[in-house]
């Protein structure tokens, strides 16, 4: 059972959040190995938990609009990064490049990411979609960035190989 939360009981096997780590021990059975019995683990187990990252992502964006702490759209997002109230810029992945690069994060490690579509960010605020997305500074903030770098090392976009971007 993926443990995206971190608070099951028991004895956990841990994997690296990239899709290359999950891929390896699902397919040379090294959740066996590292429990030292023999374990069932489902095919879909790497697209498993790829889906449970992403919506625990998206209900901590949403948290975070219900707090306050975010919010949607090009102008406002714009507002808060100039203010510097902004600590994460959101973009969707499938977004047009033009109307992104408009934009520009406001620094650090993890202060973009486009590992999110449209219609996914859109689903944390109510929308259908959503291209542009800021978040403010606070705990909340920080436990979604923390979840979107997971999700960016696991997730596949355009049905490539290249994972979200992180900057």
Do not use: C, N
């Amino acid at each position: 059972m993926p443990d995206v939360l971190e608070k099951l009981p028991g004895r956990g096997i841990w994997v690296a959040a990239e899709r290359e780590a999950l891929t390896t021990a699902v397919e040379k059975k090294l959740f066996a190995r590292g429990a030292k019995q023999s374990v069932t683990v489902p095919e879909t187990l790497v697209d498993d938990v790829e889906a449970l990252l992403a919506k625990r992502l998206i209900d901590g964006i949403s948290m975070a609009r219900k707090a306050g702490a975010a919010v949607a759209g090009y102008e406002k997002v714009k507002d808060w990064l100039g203010r510097d109230e902004a600590r994460i810029l959101f973009q969707a992945s499938d977004g047009s490049e033009r109307g992104k690069s408009k934009l520009h994060p406001p620094g650090g490690r993890g202060s973009f990411f486009e590992v999110l579509t449209a219609s996914e960010l859109g689903l944390s605020f109510g929308r259908e979609r959503v291209i542009h997305a800021a978040l403010g500074f606070g705990g909340l903030t920080e436990r979604i960035r923390e979840d979107a770098i997971r999700l960016s090392g696991v997730r596949e976009l355009g049905g490539g190989s290249a994972t979200g971007k992180v900057k």
